[in-house]
C-alpha cells in the first residue's frame, strides 16, 4: 500500500495546471505537421475513433467528462456488480460447452478447473436419452449444470430433475439453468414454441429449487447475426421484459420472476467495448426491475461467452490471443460466468489441447493475474464510465425501439430486426473489406504456407432464422478459391512484386502489397525477374519520389514482357499505363476478387 508524505509535499505543486484548450494547441501544432491544418475541438475530433451506434471514443478524458454515479458492488444500479463481494472469494464461474456425449471429456474439464457445465441437448447436441451418460461421475450437488436443449426444454429438464432425484442431490443443492429461452430459439431457427411448459418449469424451480433458473436470456443470436454492442443489449431488454410478463402472468411475483433468469453476452477481443457492455447491462435491466416495482431484484446474473463472430479458421492460433482478451474483459467486466471457446471452434469439435488452453486461459486470469481479487478494476475510468453511460444511453434506445415496434417477437417476425442486425453487419463488412478492422493472420500478415488445422465435423448448427456471420468469411472465400486453385493446378495464383529502387525506398510499400495479396491467398513473388515469376500480373512497389521518376517506363517494359495488369503500391496518381492502385484504406476484398477473376481463380 502507498502511504502518503506527512510532510505536505505535493509533486505536481511546481507544475502550473493545464487547460484542455493548451493541450488541444499542442495537439494541433503537431497535426500540422502531418498536413492537417484543424485547431480547437476539430483537432482533438481528428483523433477520436468512431465506433458502431454512433459512439465515438476520444483521445483524452478527464473528470469534467461526468457519469451517472455507478454505486457500490451489490447495490442498485449494479453496475460495479450484481454481488457486494464480486468474484474474489473464487474468482468467476468457469464455464465450459459440451455438445457431445463425452462423459471422459466433461470429467476432464471438471478435473482441471472447469466449475461448471453448458450442455447442448436435443437436435445437433447431447440426445436427452444420453443426458444422464454425459453426467456419468459428475458430482450433480457441485458442479452446476446450464442446458440448451431448444424445442426439447421440457423433456431434457425434467431428464436432468429426474437425475437430481436418482443421485440424492437435494433441491436446495441444485444449480444451474434448465435453458429455456423460446425468443432465442426463433432468432436461431424461425420455429417458436409454447411458453407454458417453460412457465411451468419456472414455478417448480422458485417453489423447489432455490438454486437452479428456468430461462436464458441469450443475446449471442443477436451478436452472431452482426448486431452492435447497443443492438445486443437492447435486444436482451427485450427479451428479458418479454419473459418477465409471461411469468408474471403465469402467477410468478416481479421478483421470482427475475430470480428465473441468467442473462448471456458476447465477450470481444474489443476490450473496453466489453467491459462498458457488461456494466452497462447490469445498470439497464436494474432500470427494468425498478420501474416493474422490485429494484432490489435488478441483479443481473450475467454469462459471458467469447464471442464466436471473431474466430477465425485460418491460422486459428491467433484465436487464443482473441479469447485471452475477452476473457480478461469479462473477468474485469463482473460476468459471473465466463465460457472460452476453443481455439478451433470454428474448425469443428475441439481437441484435447484447445479445451485445456480454453480452461486454462480463465485459470491463469484468476489464479496467476489475480484479475477476481479486485471488484470492478475499471470502475472509476473517466473513459470507462464514459462509456458505460453513452452504451447505455444507445442500448436503451433500441430497447425502445423494438417494444415501440410490439416487442420482440413481432420485430423479429416482421424482418425489422433482423435488418437492422444487417445494416449493422455490411457497414462493419466495409470496414473489414477495407481492413479499417483488421484481423491478424487473415487480412494481416497471412501465412499460405500454413498447415491447415483439422477437426472432427461439430454437430451442425440450428438456422433458419437470423444468419451467423463471421469476421473473416469475406477473406476465407478467397482463399478458399486459391486452395482450389492449388488443388487442381498444383500451384497458387501468383503477382509478381516489382521492387524500384533500394530497400529505404521500396520495403514499406513491398510488405503492404505482399500482404493484401496474400489476404486473398495470392501468392506475392519478390525475387528474380517477371518473366521467371510465372505470374501474369504486377505491383510496382516504391516511394512516390521514384515512381515519378520511373513508373512509366518500368510499366511500360512490364506489358511489353507479357504482364496484363499493372497496380501500383500508393494512392491513385497519373502514371501512364498503371492499371489499378493499391493503398491503405482500399477494398482490399473487392480488389483481390477481381483479380482472382481475372487469373481464372473459379
Not at 22 to 38: H, I
Not at 378 to 385: K, L, T
Not at 403 to 410: D, H, M, N, S
Amino acid at each position: 500500500m502507498t502511504v502518503l508524505p506527512d510532510d505536505g509535499l505535493e509533486l505536481a505543486a511546481e507544475f502550473p495546471d493545464v487547460s484542455h484548450e493548451q493541450w488541444q494547441r499542442l495537439v494541433a501544432g503537431v497535426l500540422r505537421k502531418s498536413g492537417k491544418d484543424v485547431e480547437g475541438a476539430q483537432a482533438e475530433e481528428a483523433l477520436s475513433t468512431a465506433l458502431e451506434d454512433g459512439l465515438r471514443t476520444r483521445p483524452l478524458y478527464s473528470a469534467h467528462d461526468a457519469a451517472p454515479d455507478p454505486g457500490l458492488p451489490g447495490f442498485a444500479p449494479f453496475v460495479r456488480g450484481s454481488r457486494a463481494e464480486g468474484n474474489t472469494v473464487g474468482g468467476w464461474d468457469v464455464r465450459q460447452r459440451h455438445t457431445t456425449a463425452d462423459g471422459a471429456t466433461v470429467l476432464a474439464d471438471l478435473e482441471n478447473g472447469v466449475t461448471s457445465l453448458w450442455l447442448a441437448v436435443g437436435e445437433g447436441g447431447i440426445p436427452v436419452s444420453s443426458l444422464g451418460g454425459a453426467l456419468d461421475g459428475v458430482y450433480l450437488d457441485l458442479a452446476p449444470v446450464v442446458l440448451d436443449a431448444g424445442l426439447e426444454v421440457e423433456p431434457a429438464a425434467r431428464e436432468l430433475l429426474r437425475l437430481y432425484e436418482e443421485r440424492g442431490v437435494a433441491k436446495d443443492a441444485a444449480r444451474g439453468n434448465l435453458g429455456a429461452d423460446p425468443l432465442g430459439h426463433e432468432a436461431r431457427t424461425g420455429q417458436s414454441y409454447d411458453f407454458s411448459p417453460v412457465a411451468a418449469l419456472a414455478r417448480l424451480c422458485a417453489e423447489e429449487y432455490p438454486g437452479l433458473r428456468t430461462l436464458t436470456v441469450d443475446a449471442l443470436p443477436y451478436h452472431e447475426a452482426g448486431g452492435s454492442a447497443a443492438q445486443e443489449l437492447g435486444c436482451s431488454l427485450a427479451t428479458g421484459v418479454a419473459y418477465l410478463r409471461e411469468l408474471t402472468e403465469a402467477g410468478l411475483s416481479v421478483e421470482q420472476a427475475c430470480a428465473q433468469l441468467e442473462f448471456r453476452y458476447a465477450a470481444t477481443a474489443d476490450q473496453f467495448l466489453t467491459i462498458a457492455k457488461l456494466r452497462a447491462a447490469r445498470r439497464l435491466w436494474a432500470r427494468v426491475a425498478e420501474v416493474c416495482g422490485a429494484p432490489g431484484a435488478g441483479a443481473q446474473l450475467q454469462h459471458a461467452v467469447t464471442s464466436p463472430v471473431m474466430m477465425t479458421r485460418r491460422d486459428p492460433w491467433v484465436n487464443m490471443l482473441r479469447t485471452t482478451i475477452a476473457t480478461l474483459a469479462a473477468g474485469a467486466g463482473g460476468a459471473d460466468s465466463v465460457t472460452v471457446l476453443p481455439f478451433d471452434h470454428a474448425l469443428g469439435l475441439p481437441d484435447a489441447f484447445a479445451r485445456r488452453i480454453a480452461r486454462n486461459t480463465s485459470t491463469i486470469l484468476i489464479e496467476e493475474s489475480h484479475l477476481a481479487r479486485v471488484i470492478d478494476p475499471a470502475g472509476g475510468s473517466w473513459y470507462v464510465e464514459r462509456l458505460t453511460d453513452e452504451l447505455a444511453q444507445a442500448g436503451w434506445e433500441f430497447f425502445q425501439r423494438i417494444e415501440r415496434g410490439g416487442g420482440l417477437a413481432t420485430v423479429l417476425r416482421s424482418g425489422q430486426l433482423g435488418q437492422d442486425l444487417t445494416e449493422t453487419w455490411q457497414a462493419r463488412s466495409g470496414r473489414l473489406a477495407k481492413r479499417r478492422e483488421p484481423i491478424t493472420g487473415v487480412s494481416e500478415f497471412p501465412h499460405l504456407a500454413e498447415k491447415p488445422v483439422e477437426r472432427k465435423p461439430a454437430p451442425e448448427q440450428s438456422s433458419g432464422g437470423l444468419p451467423r456471420v463471421r469476421r473473416d468469411e469475406a477473406y476465407e472465400e478467397l482463399r478458399a478459391r486459391s486452395d482450389a486453385h492449388l488443388a487442381a493446378t498444383g500451384s497458387r495464383p501468383r503477382i509478381f512484386l516489382a521492387a524500384l529502387g533500394p530497400a529505404a525506398a521500396h520495403t514499406a510499400r513491398l510488405t503492404f502489397a505482399s500482404n493484401l495479396f496474400q489476404a486473398g491467398g495470392i501468392e506475392a513473388v519478390t525475387e528474380g525477374t517477371f518473366e521467371d515469376s510465372g505470374a501474369t500480373e504486377v505491383c510496382l512497389c516504391s516511394s512516390d519520389a521514384l515512381y515519378e521518376e520511373e513508373a512509366a517506363t518500368v510499366t511500360a517494359e512490364l506489358k511489353a514482357a507479357g504482364a496484363s495488369h499493372v497496380f501500383l503500391a500508393g494512392r491513385p496518381g497519373q502514371y501512364p499505363g498503371v492499371d489499378a492502385y493499391v493503398f491503405a484504406g482500399c477494398d482490399a476484398v473487392a480488389v483481390l476478387s477481381a483479380t482472382l477473376d481475372r487469373m481464372g481463380v473459379s
